[in-house]
């Protein structure tokens, strides 16, 4: 076992010596390696780039990552780096990129560059805790291969771009934590049967919340911190598939009595609405880890059972004249 062990350090030893002959067996296309050097340029070749030495082969370097058969870069994880600039356009010119990440880079500003399009392969695009600010591009909808959308925690500004419900393999979107205004489009009432996860929360957005969403397979959604009007009953049903729905500080107005809740759900949030109405004996069924009905406008005894007494009288407090344990007795 030992003698095995050393065999291995020593061959690693071996394998890391520089020796010339070893640029013949890099992996790196050299087309990939000058487009991620200009890359590195444009942002003043900052210290988290140190790793991206033109001698060295760039399937070791930080941040990217090769294909396995074609040795072609396909992940580009640009995270937590102190790297000030713009996207640089270039990005658009590594081919087989499938993921592509800006995360939690407070100085990167500017928009996303139209050279995205050319990545036809992508499926992950992430750019989110950045600077980034406009408004969202309407083209990012031709990015048809895409199954993750994630522009949260920027500063992107405006109406989410109708477009975006053309994007038939989304899985999941996220454009919560921005400025976004106007109200959700028209088009996101066809959104894609695929879309389980939709992240709206901490925008301006105004308007109802289209009513074919009760139609679709949803395992979350997150609207909180918005202004959002109207009825959302029919989000709920004994055939849904709704785990985690956060609704919570909108001006949604709705009679709660009669909603049938899908065994699905573990979370629900409508704190700060305009509900009305008494809670439905169904809540005691479902299996819940998060409930919050504060401040809205209910009424009568709070059903006794399920989970329902385990919250703290918070998740209850400011309704109209909702009683019961965990608030006082009814009168
Ligand atoms: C952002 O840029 C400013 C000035 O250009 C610099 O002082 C600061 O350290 C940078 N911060 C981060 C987290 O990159
Ligand atoms: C970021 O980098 C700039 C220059 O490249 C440097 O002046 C600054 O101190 C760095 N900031 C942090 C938070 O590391
Ligand atoms: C945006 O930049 C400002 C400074 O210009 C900084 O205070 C803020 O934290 C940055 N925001 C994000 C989300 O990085
Ligand atoms: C999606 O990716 C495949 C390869 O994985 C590619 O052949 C196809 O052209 C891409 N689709 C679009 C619409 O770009
Ligand atoms: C739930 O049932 C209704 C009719 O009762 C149907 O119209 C709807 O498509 C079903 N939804 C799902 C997600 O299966
Ligand atoms: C939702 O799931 C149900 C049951 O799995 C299925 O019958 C229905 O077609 C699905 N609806 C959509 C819009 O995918
Ligand atoms: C319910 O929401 C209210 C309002 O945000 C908050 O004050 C309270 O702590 C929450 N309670 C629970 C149990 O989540």
Redesign the pocket.
């Known amino acids: 076992m030992a003698f095995q062990f050393l065999c291995i350090i020593s061959l690693l030893i071996f394998l890391s010596l520089p020796f010339s002959s070893f640029s013949k067996t890099e992996k790196c296309n050299p087309h990939d390696k000058e487009v991620l050097l200009k890359i590195k340029e444009s942002f003043n070749n900052p210290y988290h780039l140190a790793s991206w030495d033109p001698k060295t082969d760039c399937c070791q370097w930080y941040v990217v990552e090769c294909d396995r058969e074609t040795s072609r870069i396909n992940d580009f994880h640009l995270f937590a780096a102190n790297v000030s600039g713009q996207i640089p356009p270039e990005i658009g010119d590594l081919p087989y990129l499938e993921s592509l990440t800006f995360h939690k880079i407070t100085n990167l500003t500017g928009n996303i560059p139209i050279s995205i399009l050319k990545l036809t392969k992508l499926k992950s695009l992430t750019i989110s805790w950045t600077n980034i600010s406009g408004p969202i591009p309407s083209f990012l909808s031709q990015l048809k291969n895409l199954t993750l959308l994630d522009l949260s925690f920027n500063s992107f500004s405006g109406s989410i771009p109708s477009s975006l419900s053309q994007l038939r393999s989304l899985g999941g979107i996220r454009l919560d934590r921005n400025k976004l205004t106007g109200s959700i489009p028209e088009s996101f009432g066809n959104l894609t049967p695929t879309l389980q996860y939709l992240y709206l929360s901490h925008n301006q957005l105004t308007g109802t919340i289209p009513r074919s969403w009760g139609?679709l397979?949803f395992t979350l959604i997150e609207l909180y911190r918005n202004r959002l009007q109207g009825d959302v009953s029919f989000m709920f049903?004994k055939?849904?598939?709704i785990q985690i729905l956060d609704l919570n500080r909108n001006m949604l107005q709705f009679d709660i009595s009669n909603v049938v809740f899908p065994d699905s759900l573990t979370f629900l949030d409508l704190n700060h609405n305009r509900v009305t109405g008494s809670l439905p004996q169904g809540l005691t069924q479902l299996s819940l880890q998060g409930f919050n009905v504060s401040y809205n406008r209910l009424c009568g005894p709070i059903p006794r059972g399920g989970r329902l007494q385990e919250f703290e009288y918070t998740a209850y407090f400011h309704n109209r004249c909702l009683c019961g344990e965990p608030l006082p007795n009814c009168k």
């Open positions: 139609d397979n049903g055939n849904k598939t």
